[in-house]
């Protein structure tokens, strides 16, 4: 997956075509490099002139329905969640919330148990955190193996209701 940055010519065709969504993440092992991409430019133009959304790949759910942090607290804690919103801020870009279930492996019954088994829960916890941290809204990026069929009922009505929660409040929901 590129880090941010990485192609000059995307960057422009992004921000001459701005209506369309471009968006690209965060992950928890590259937050320092992250952070200084968003600074760089390219002949003039930043990731702050390309990006429509920027998802922060901070969080897995649990078995339970809740939400756990990855990565190193100092990386992925508050403060730099805060950093990276208010840099979305000032820039126009949508900070979003990347719950995904890949911190190791792709593990699919640790996000069934949270979209399926314990979905009121765990879109309880995604709506608490993103109000908490004043997020624009989730990015879901849950995959799995050929077991996706099997369950794809229960994971189309927890995208369904997430997705009319979040709207409600007034905030924005991606799918991978």
């Excluded at 992250?34 to 390219?42: D, G, I, P, T, Y």
């Excluded at 078995?63 to 126009?92: I, Q």
Aim: hydrophobic share 45%.
């Amino acid at each position: 997956m590129p880090l941010l940055g990485e192609c000059a010519e995307t960057a422009k065709s992004a921000a001459t075509n701005a209506v369309h969504p471009v968006m690209t993440w965060v992950p928890p092992y590259a937050v320092g490099t992250c952070r200084a991409r968003l600074a760089e430019s390219f002949g003039g133009l930043g990731m702050k002139d390309a990006l429509t959304h920027l998802g922060l790949q901070f969080w897995v759910p649990t078995r339970a329905g809740g939400l756990a942090r990855v990565g190193r607290a100092g990386d992925t804690g508050d403060a730099s969640v805060t950093a990276f919103r208010d840099w979305g801020r000032t820039n126009g870009v949508r900070v979003l919330l990347c719950v995904y279930n890949g911190e190791h492996s792709w593990d699919w019954p640790l996000a069934k148990a949270a979209f399926a088994t314990q979905r009121e829960s765990f879109i309880a916890a995604l709506l608490a955190e993103v109000t908490r941290l004043q997020l624009d809204g989730v990015d879901v990026d849950l995959e799995g193996t050929s077991e996706f069929e099997k369950d794809r009922a229960a994971y189309v009505a927890f995208i369904r209701e997430l997705s009319a929660r979040l709207h409600a409040a007034g905030r924005q929901l991606t799918v991978d």
